[in-house]
């Protein structure tokens, strides 16, 4: 009879013994998500090497690069614990996955190619409106030209690639599997490089064939070129939903942009977004940043350890949590209210979510886009540079992109991702939080507006009992103007509607 095997030592740290005295490359490493992802490795890993494809931006190379990028509250934590060298661990290569054979020189290319073990491809526009020349060169082709480096790595162990849950949008349930993509990715790729930006705007529409924008196409036909190596490389997709910030480490509620979800949570905290066309009883995905970067090292471990079991990850939750927009909306209301409101608050924050597109336009133009025109043309009149009518033409940008996910909905399938969950030890599950139990959303949403306030806005925690008496002047004057309004109104209906009536009797 054979014997049983022996338990799973639930103290053990499988992740720190796959990745120790390990080498990593990891594109996108100065956006959000990298940063987010080097800095855990960095802090509860032991690995040997971190190279990272930076390019060259706006004059600075890669080493000017390194201090702004890394020089960030993100990175206190680790530096406390290990001390400043840890970061001598990240090296800086010269490249760009938008350009011609990564824009490496052969010296770096070959060294990547030596030393390379693990390779992060998180490097991406998220732009939803991106030009689709930039697009297609950036998510597609260089994700195929990676997938060539990947092929010239003599240790490779894993490649892990990082796509999106909402890529493939004509399906309603997304599986845990390969979908085909919209396009021939290749066809596109050559279509783009032949073509011209004027060329290609003109017959966008046209190429999308009926996607809603670039990024869920370039994603899609991305995951396309990935699938045609699953026989031939150790790939692994990872399909994360909407990516908000941190939730628990090292900084709770920490971001670094103002895309998605923070952006309007910001932009009606100001009191500049007072309406949205949107079906409040209806939920969206959401993972905080720190989940989607433990879980990269916790799906990329798991093939080490399983094997190609599984090689399509959904990083999704509203299997387990579900919350509303209404929901969402009103936590965030309450805490901008009441805990932490913003400073130079433009207007009270209020409005609604409107089911009907056309109060929702009548809303925008009575309250957003009527308010900015006068303010912007006070401030031309005081020698001021006009603001608002900028501020409002983004936000209306943006209404485009979130209007579409906001009053459709998907659900996902990640079967293959829980079971894998059930293989974590205790440790792996302690040190690396791959679920939102015991989440407080409450709490959560002010851990990120404090957040913001301070990483994004500048607006120190000393500020708040200002804003806070700032907050009860607007809400005053908010009041009185809607008082005003109503006795105007009740005052117009009395002369123009009841006396013409009475007078006929």
Request: proline content about 5%; glycine content about 6%.
């Amino acid at each position: 009879m054979a014997a049983s095997p022996e338990p799973l030592d639930q103290s053990r740290d499988r992740f720190y013994e796959t990745m120790k005295d390990r080498t990593l490359l990891i594109t996108g490493g100065t956006g959000f998500v990298g940063k987010v992802l080097i800095e855990k490795v960095l802090r509860v890993n032991d690995v040997k090497k971190i190279f990272i494809l930076v390019r060259t931006k706006k004059g600075k190379n890669p080493a000017e690069r390194f201090p702004e990028v890394f020089n960030n509250p993100l990175f206190d934590q680790v530096k406390k614990m290990k001390g400043e060298s840890v970061m001598k661990k990240i090296h800086l290569v010269a490249g760009d996955v938008a350009a011609p054979k990564l824009g490496l020189s052969d010296d770096d290319r070959a060294m990547l190619a030596e030393e390379t073990e693990f390779i992060f491809h998180g490097a991406a526009t998220i732009r939803f409106d991106e030009a689709l020349r930039t697009a297609v060169l950036l998510n597609v082709r260089g994700t195929k030209l990676m997938l060539e480096l990947a092929k010239e790595c003599k240790r490779l162990v894993v490649f892990c690639h990082l796509s999106t849950a909402y890529c493939h949008l004509n399906e309603r349930i997304l599986y845990e599997k390969m979908y085909p993509p919209p396009a021939d990715p290749e066809s596109v790729i050559r279509t783009c490089e032949m073509m011209s930006n004027e060329v290609i705007n003109s017959i966008t529409d046209k190429l999308l064939d009926g996607m809603p924008n670039t990024y869920a196409f370039t994603k899609a036909l991305g995951e396309g070129l990935v699938n045609e190596q699953m026989d031939k490389l150790p790939v692994i997709i990872l399909r994360p939903s909407v990516i908000m910030p941190i939730l628990k480490e090292p900084i709770p509620g920490w971001t670094d942009n103002l895309n998605g979800p923070m952006g309007l949570l910001i932009a009606a905290g100001k009191g500049v977004l007072r309406t949205m066309y949107c079906q409040g009883e209806a939920y969206a995905d959401y993972l905080p940043v720190d989940i989607v970067a433990n879980t990269m090292i916790a799906c990329v471990c798991d093939y080490v350890l399983f094997g190609a079991v599984r090689r399509v990850y959904n990083i999704t939750s509203s299997a387990e949590h579900k919350i509303t927009f209404e929901e969402m909306v009103t936590m965030g209301r309450e805490t901008v209210y009441k805990k932490i409101p913003f400073n130079g608050v433009f207007w009270y924050p209020g409005g609604s979510m409107k089911q009907s597109r056309f109060l929702h336009n009548l809303a925008f133009f009575m309250y957003q886009w009527l308010p900015a025109v006068i303010i912007d043309v006070l401030l031309v009149c005081l020698g001021y540079k006009p603001v608002l009518k900028r501020v409002q033409r983004r936000i209306h940008k943006g209404y485009e992109v979130f209007e579409y996910y906001a009053n459709r909905q998907w659900d996902f399938d990640n079967d293959a991702s829980m079971k894998a969950r059930g293989l974590l030890t205790a440790r792996e599950r302690e040190v690396y939080k791959v679920d939102g139990d015991g989440i407080k959303y409450e709490d959560y949403v002010e851990d990120c507006i404090r957040a913001s306030r301070k990483y994004i806005l500048g607006e120190s925690d000393e500020t708040i009992p200002a804003a806070k008496r700032h907050m009860l002047v607007m809400y005053c004057a908010d009041r009185i103007c809607k008082t005003l309004i109503i006795i105007g109104l009740i005052y117009l209906v009395w002369k123009f509607i009841f006396l013409p009536v009475l007078g006929v009797f």
